[in-house]
Nanobody, 117 residues
Framework: QVQLEESGGGLVQPGGSLKLSCAANGFSYALGWFRQAPGKEREFVASISWKDVTNYADSVKGRFTISRGNTKNTIYLQLSSLKPEDTAIYFC??????????????WGQGTQVTVSS
């Protein structure tokens, strides 16, 4: 059982930046991020495989960057050029796969990102 814990969310002005962190206590072939805005479905944001292949949703390409820490158990999401529509709860996810219900096998508790002036 992989456990995930996110941190780094907060309030930021449009155009600003935040860096989210996710610590995992076990191995996953792929780790990544989803987000859910109020009244909307949870959506894929970004992923990174154990071989460091990355993937991004079209809505965040060029603005967000996913990366690994010094160990395979930590990933980051750098959010830049933030827009109000990026406001959501961001969830770290483990073992991302299109073959898994919901897109991932494991989920963190979420961290709130609010983009507002």
């Amino acid at each position: 059982q992989v456990q995930l814990e996110e941190s780094g969310g907060g309030l930021v002005q449009p155009g600003g930046s935040l860096k989210l962190s996710c610590a995992a206590n076990g191995f996953s072939y792929a780790l990544g991020w989803f987000r859910q805005a109020p009244g909307k479905e949870r959506e894929f944001v970004a992923s990174i495989s154990w071989k460091d292949v990355t993937n991004y949703a079209d809505s965040v390409k060029g603005r967000f960057t996913i990366s690994r820490g010094n160990t395979k158990n930590t990933i980051y999401l750098q959010l830049s050029s933030l827009k109000p529509e990026d406001t959501a709860i961001y969830f770290c996810a483990g073992d991302l796969s299109p073959h898994v219900d919901g897109g991932a096998a494991y989920w963190g508790q979420g961290t709130q990102v609010t983009v507002s002036s």
